[in-house]
């Protein structure tokens, strides 16, 4: 077989109070820290960050909205200037602990989906990305919008798959609350994680194939097999020939 690619990152939302970060750390090669806001606080994301600076684990922010009751995954109604300033602020925050460290920016949840999509909040994100913090690499999900925007704003951009969530025909995510909207096998979210590295596809909830650039694969700490996932995706990897590195992000445009 003639490798899609011969590397991929692999990055965990943690330090959102999950009981297996520790476990989850070594198997990944980005971490996106919480921020406080949608989960975690302020003690545990400096010792996620911490920990990730032990391991030599990439280090990003993850911002999200301020809504604990629905871990962040609800979208809120939000103004671009509103959605851009609490991204920076939440960004200040990890880079308060991890200085120079900081390698990235993913947002989180309902705050993903929006920015993602909507023209105005991507707008006013890059362009606060490009005048604040140039220096992140922006996951974003793999052909959204935003990764568009971002990508023309100046910013390196690493396109974003999932390897346990399942897809839709249109290359989205299935909603959550559709049923198997989550991948939970671990053999499974294995052998999807290596059809994307390896062959640039996915095969979506009704069994058709769709074509899937991505540069970074992600898997959900707070899941209750991440770590199984994990391990057995690193090995699958592996097998295939796929070397696993924190992603450097696309060259932006000029």
């Known amino acids: 077989m003639t490798l899609h690619r011969a590397t991929i990152d692999l990055n965990c939302d943690l330090g959102e109070g999950a009981v297996h970060d ?20 302020s003690d545990l994301m400096a010792a996620t960050v911490r920990l990730a600076l032990q391991l030599g684990v990439a280090i990003g922010a993850h911002p999200g909205h301020a809504d604990r009751d629905h871990f962040g995954r609800r979208e809120v109604a939000v103004t671009p200037f509103e959605c851009a300033e609490t991204i920076d602020a939440q960004i200040a925050a990890v880079a308060s602990v991890a200085g120079a460290s900081l390698h990235h920016v993913k947002l989180h949840g309902g705050l993903y989906h929006q920015v993602g999509r909507e023209a105005p909040l991507a707008e006013a994100v890059a362009t606060m990305l490009a005048a604040r913090w140039p220096q992140l690499v922006v996951y974003a999900q793999a052909s959204s919008l935003f990764a568009t925007v971002a990508h023309g704003r100046g910013l390196a951009v690493a396109q974003e798959a999932f390897i346990d969530r399942r897809y839709l025909a249109d290359g989205t995510l299935a909603p959550r609350s559709a ?18 590295a390896a062959e640039g596809v996915v095969c979506t909830a009704d069994g058709a194939e769709i074509r899937v650039e991505a540069d970074t694969l992600c898997i ?11 391990t057995e995706v690193r090995a699958a990897l592996a097998a295939a020939g796929i070397d696993v590195r924190a992603a450097t992000g696309r060259a932006p445009s000029r």
């Open 220 to 230: 959900h700490g707070d899941g209750p097999r991440a770590v199984e996932i994990a």
């Open 179 to 196: 049923a198997r909207a989550t991948i939970d096998d671990p053999a499974e979210a294995a052998a999807q994680a290596v059809r994307l």
């Open 22 to 41: 520790a476990a989850l750390m070594p198997l990944v090669t980005s971490a996106n820290v919480c921020c406080g806001l949608h989960a975690g606080s």
